[in-house]
C-alpha cells in the first residue's frame, strides 16, 4: 500500500526537470538562466542543478554560453514518439469524440494522390441525404476535404490538378453555388490554408482583400 502510494505522488525533482525542458521546448528563442528560474519559480543555483543534470545526459545543449536549447537526447525521444504514433488511429478515436459529443454527421479521408478517400464515416441520429459513403473517393476542386488538401499541397501539383480539372471537365468548381476561376479558386485556397478549415459558405476573398 505504501508502494502505491509513492508511486502516485510521483517524484517531485524528476517533474521540476521535465517542466524545465518543457519551459525550453516552448520557448520563442533559447531561455537564459535567469529566464528559466524566474518563469519556473526556482533559485538560480537550483535551476541550474538542473540544467547541469539535463546537459550531461544530453537532453540539453548550451549556446552562446548563457542561453539553453534542446539537445540530442531530446530529438531522439520525439523521434521515438513519432514513429509510434498512429495519425489514422488518433484520427478515428477523434471523430468518434467529434460525433457523440456533436451528433453531426463526419468523415476522416486520406489523400490518395488524385483526391480525397473516404476511409471512416460516421453518421448522425438525423436523417441526412448525401451520395457519399465509406469508400467513396471525392472530388479534389468540389468537396471541403479535397480543397483542403489542394490548399497545402505543393504548388506544382496543385497546379497539375486544377489544370486538369479546369481543361477535362464540363463544370467548373463551384462556391456558394456560382463557378469560380482559376484565379479565385487559387485566391480560395490560399484563404484555406490561412484559417486551416474550409467552409463553402465563407465569402470569397478578392484580390485587394488579400493584397
Avoid at 524528476?14 to 528563442?29: F, T, W
Avoid at 479534389?140 to 496543385?158: E, Q, T
Avoid at 459558405?201 to 482583400?209: A, D, G, I, K, T
Wanted: aromatic share 6%; with cysteine.
Amino acid at each position: 500500500m505504501a508502494e502505491e502510494t509513492t508511486k502516485r505522488q510521483g517524484i517531485g525533482s524528476l517533474e521540476i526537470g521535465l517542466h524545465i525542458l518543457n519551459y525550453i521546448s516552448v520557448a520563442s528563442r533559447p531561455p537564459t538562466l535567469k529566464e528559466l528560474s524566474g518563469a519556473l519559480d526556482l533559485s538560480p543555483s537550483r535551476a541550474h542543478k538542473y540544467l547541469v543534470s539535463l546537459l550531461r545526459e544530453g537532453y540539453i545543449n548550451q549556446v552562446n554560453q548563457t542561453q539553453y536549447t534542446l539537445g540530442n537526447s531530446s530529438l531522439t525521444l520525439g523521434i521515438s514518439a513519432l514513429r509510434r504514433i498512429n495519425p489514422i488511429q488518433l484520427s478515428y478515436a477523434a471523430v468518434d469524440r467529434l460525433n457523440e459529443e456533436t451528433d453531426k454527421t463526419v468523415s476522416v479521408t486520406v489523400w490518395n494522390g488524385n483526391g480525397p478517400l473516404i476511409i471512416k464515416w460516421l453518421d448522425s441520429s438525423q436523417p441526412i441525404s448525401v451520395n457519399v459513403r465509406l469508400g467513396a473517393e471525392l472530388s479534389p476542386l468540389n468537396s471541403a476535404s479535397g480543397r483542403i488538401y489542394l490548399a497545402h499541397l505543393p504548388d506544382k501539383r496543385r497546379k497539375e490538378l486544377i489544370d486538369q480539372h479546369y481543361e477535362n471537365s464540363k463544370s467548373l468548381p463551384k462556391h456558394r453555388g456560382k463557378p469560380v476561376t482559376r484565379d479565385e479558386l487559387q485566391l480560395h485556397l490560399d484563404t484555406i490554408k490561412r484559417d486551416n478549415y474550409c467552409a463553402f459558405f465563407q465569402r470569397l476573398p478578392s484580390r485587394n482583400q488579400c493584397a
